[in-house]
């Protein structure tokens, strides 16, 4: 079977910084992917790590463990439209998403 | 250019009635995914194409689910006799071949079962 674990919700203050962990289990691996989602909006793509390692895009950083089934989303700078649900989601031979992290984000 | 394209937004619909729920990918795209969200809730996969095949239907809840894809583009989830727990929204994605390619969603729809 596969599974993905990811904290139900995270709070983090304006300007600071917050890290989204996500631990797998799966069958297969290819990757993993981020995707973020406002309230009553469609989920939209951030990021994707095929290797171990960090991937950066602007204020939003993502890594990959392979060999420890782990990554995390980082996101810096934080900002009041950063609040939404984070999703990390394993690509083996279809792609299934964890049930997602609300963040929360103080002023 | 376009965006994936979900009909309809709503539907409402009484209990053992039959939907269908449309998806029209961007063009292009071999890959198309549908999933399942509950209010405050995880994406649960229910089934996805590759072209016409569906490789894996193993998300599919029961056997009152089905969905097709004609030439490779346009799908359809149908859902038979519909339940009350089968209120959700349902999104569409799809996506080019590779794996590292995101998915693209659609803005999904509302289906309440009264």
């Known amino acids: 079977g596969q599974s993905l674990e990811q904290p139900s919700e995270v709070t983090a203050v304006e300007g600071a910084i917050v890290q989204i962990n996500c631990t797998y289990q799966t069958s297969g691996f290819y990757g993993l992917s981020w995707y973020q989602q406002h309230d009553g909006g469609a989920p939209t793509f951030l990021s994707y790590?095929?290797?171990?390692g960090l991937e950066e895009t602007g204020r939003f950083s993502s890594f990959l463990s392979r060999s420890d089934s782990y990554g995390y989303l980082l996101l810096q700078e934080l900002q009041m439209k950063d609040s939404a649900s984070y999703f990390c989601a394993v690509t083996d031979d279809k792609i299934i998403f964890g049930k997602g992290t609300r963040l929360h984000i103080l002023p | 250019g376009a965006g994936v394209s979900q009909s309809p937004s709503n539907k409402v619909t009484e209990k053992g009635k039959d939907v269908e729920l449309r998806c029209d990918p961007i063009s292009g795209h071999t890959a198309l995914y549908w999933y399942r969200q509950s209010l405050g809730q995880g994406l649960e996969f229910l089934i996805y194409?590759?072209?016409?095949?569906?490789?894996?239907k193993s998300g599919l809840p029961s056997d009152r689910f089905s969905a097709e894809r004609t030439g490779g583009s346009v799908s359809t989830l149908t859902i038979q006799r519909t339940q009350q727990e089968d209120s959700a929204v349902y999104l569409c994605?799809?996506?080019?071949?590779?794996?590292?390619?995101?998915?693209?969603f659609g803005n999904g729809t509302r289906l309440t079962v009264t």
């Open positions: 994605a799809s996506s080019f071949t590779d794996r590292d390619s995101p998915l693209h």
């Open positions: 790590n095929g290797l171990d």
């Open positions: 194409f590759q072209g016409n095949s569906a490789p894996d």
